[in-house]
């Protein structure tokens, strides 16, 4: 029996069937506002940008804030893309976002419009060397991600090929922090955008690469930020100002006080066997968060630390040798580059033992006996006593400084204390020290002279006797 068919019949299936499709297609994901890439920026050829460095890739999306959700695209979506549609993942998986892949597209697309970039990932042997050559640091913190994706996969009388597409929008806020001024000079923000159109398993990380390489080019095409690094012009209102200690209305002491230094004979006696007076002259110092070491230069109360261990604060708690008493000290100038700070007690016990030891502003020989004092590590071993020799003298090319290199023996909290020479003469500040790939310190470490620290603070060297 011959049976006949009528499309007719089967018309209202078709029809339920397509609005079906047309309904779920209209599930929508998150919205991706695609972003255009900025034009490049106008970098001369014969301009010299300072160089910059990626330093760091940070999250700060809002706990619960949508990331992720996976929707039908198209009109055949709701039959080629996995179910369920509009669902949504909050948070950031690092997996997703790799800290070398990203510098390597940073590499990339900034040297591609004409800058600079320090710490080429790419060189197989010495990526660390030449990135200490930055000048900038840049630093990238993802505070928006929207990423929608349709996951898909054959069904039926359909084909296609298995994976995902989608797009993805990325917002980032940059900060530039100046290593040789230790401060940050600029922060902007800038958005970028990507899209796979082809299945591909890897989708969501090609997504964010994308999104990351337009918001680096739109970083790049920024015309404060080419000003700042091509031209070294600088912003003229800098983020994360901090209140200059020296301009609060506390502050007892007028910062640009003159100092003089008082005029002390040079020992020519041995300090080995007079530790017990010359550590008198050392003194710990204390801020929220750390300590370091320090010492006085003169009886009015003034003390020579580095402007790392007060970082940016006021005061600070000085406590003299033997914990003989516990002070607190305005600081009253610094200088970053050079990282020294100059401190003054406010106030002054009636019997207050301050050693004053005598200043010798030329540099030790190489190979000439040193003895550094401070708190290494702990403020227990306050007045720890090491030393070592001069093993040679450095000039820092970009911070345009000079070194003493010592092997006397410092950690973490000796820094600000003081170098004697053999005889007991202040000659140098410790202010740094090297590890090697362990962590462990390497006996390399770093001493500011004396009159170089002297000459920053603008405090005349003491006479000659």
Avoid at 247 to 276: C, H, W
Avoid at 283 to 311: K, M, R
Avoid at 372 to 393: C, E, F, R, W
Wanted: charge should be negative; hydrophobic fraction near 40%.
């Amino acid at each position: 029996m011959a049976i006949s068919l009528n499309f007719k019949h089967f018309q209202p299936v078709f029809i339920l069937f397509f609005t079906m499709l047309f309904c779920l297609a209209g599930c929508t994901g998150l919205q991706i506002d695609k972003i255009n890439q900025a034009s490049a920026p106008d970098i001369p050829e014969d301009a010299r940008p300072a160089p910059i460095a990626l330093n760091k890739i940070g999250y700060s999306v809002p706990t619960g804030a949508n990331t992720l959700s996976h929707s039908p695209r198209a009109f055949l979506g709701p039959i080629m893309c996995k179910w369920p549609f509009g669902t949504f993942q909050s948070g950031l998986s690092g997996r997703n976002f790799p800290n070398r892949e990203m510098r390597r597209i940073f590499q990339q697309s900034m040297e591609g419009v004409g800058y600079d970039v320090a710490g080429d990932p790419g060189r197989m042997f010495d990526e660390q060397e030449d990135l200490m050559r930055a000048h900038y640091a840049v630093g990238a913190r993802v505070i928006d991600v929207k990423i929608d994706v349709c996951e898909k996969e054959p069904l039926f009388i359909f084909s296609a090929s298995p994976g995902t597409i989608g797009e993805a929008n990325i917002t980032i806020e940059w900060s530039v922090y100046d290593y040789l001024h230790k401060k940050t000079v600029y922060k902007t923000t800038t958005q970028g955008y990507g899209r796979v159109k082809r299945s591909n398993y890897e989708a969501i990380p090609l997504l964010m690469q994308q999104a990351f390489e337009m918001a680096t080019h739109n970083l790049g095409a920024d015309e404060t930020f080419r000003d700042l690094i091509v031209f070294g012009i600088e912003p003229e209102n800098q983020p994360d100002s901090i209140p200059d200690p020296r301009e609060e209305p506390m502050m007892r002491f007028d910062p640009r006080e003159k100092v003089t230094l008082p005029s002390l004979t040079p020992s020519a006696i041995a300090a080995n066997g007079r530790f017990e007076t010359i550590t008198k002259n050392a003194v710990l110092v204390e801020v929220a968060g750390g300590h370091g070491s320090g010492f006085f230069i003169t009886d009015q109360g003034h003390i020579l630390t580095n402007a790392h261990v007060v970082g940016y604060a006021p005061r600070a708690r000085i406590v003299t040798s033997g914990k003989k008493e516990k002070l607190i000290a305005e600081v009253l100038r610094y200088d970053r580059q050079r990282d020294i700070a100059l401190l003054k007690l406010e106030d002054m016990p009636d019997d207050l033992d301050i050693r004053l030891q005598p200043i010798k502003t030329e540099k030790p020989a190489v190979g000439a006996t040193v003895y550094s004092v401070g708190a290494p590590s702990y403020k227990y071993l306050q007045d720890t006593v090491t030393s070592g020799i001069i093993s040679a003298h450095r000039f820092h090319v970009r911070r345009k400084t000079d070194y003493m290199q010592a092997d006397v023996d410092i950690h973490g909290g000796n820094s600000g204390g003081p170098l004697y020479d053999e005889n007991g003469n202040i000659v140098g500040i410790c202010v740094s020290g090297f590890v090697n790939e362990s962590g462990a310190l390497s006996g390399l470490n770093n001493f500011i002279p004396i009159a170089s620290a002297l000459d920053f603070l603008d405090i005349a060297p003491p006479p000659s006797r």
